[in-house]
């Protein structure tokens, strides 16, 4: 009985959770986490993005934890400025209409070599 009432506070506590509440869910297809990119080369991120039903309004992507630029659709291919050689993360965030993360985020890390 008690593991069932763990269950039971586990899946309340994700249904609680505004993000899984209302939808919102961030995928970055590709590059996958810990991907070497090539510094000649043209680089793309593709992503899927549910933008949910109550707060989401966009979504920004950021590069070593600047703002890099602003998408408005869900689902696409993004093309960076060319990054240096070395270490970046670059994460999407779910925003709302005042440009304010609402606390949904995915973010990977790669190399540029």
């Known amino acids: 009985m008690r593991n069932l009432s763990m269950l039971v506070l586990i899946l309340t506590s994700f249904a609680a959770s505004p993000a899984m509440a209302s939808g919102e869910n961030i995928d970055i297809v590709s590059p996958v986490d810990g991907a ?48 240096a050689k070395g270490k970046h993360e670059i994460c999407l965030k779910i925003v709302n209409k005042n440009h304010t993360p609402i606390g949904v985020e995915h973010c990977i890390k790669v190399t540029v070599e």
């Open 36 to 83: 070497k990119l090539d510094f000649k080369a043209e680089n793309k991120m593709v992503y899927d993005v549910n933008l949910g039903t109550t707060t989401g309004g966009h979504i920004h992507v950021y590069v070593d934890g600047e703002e890099a630029d602003l998408l408005r659709q869900p689902k696409g291919s993004y093309t960076f400025d060319p990054l």
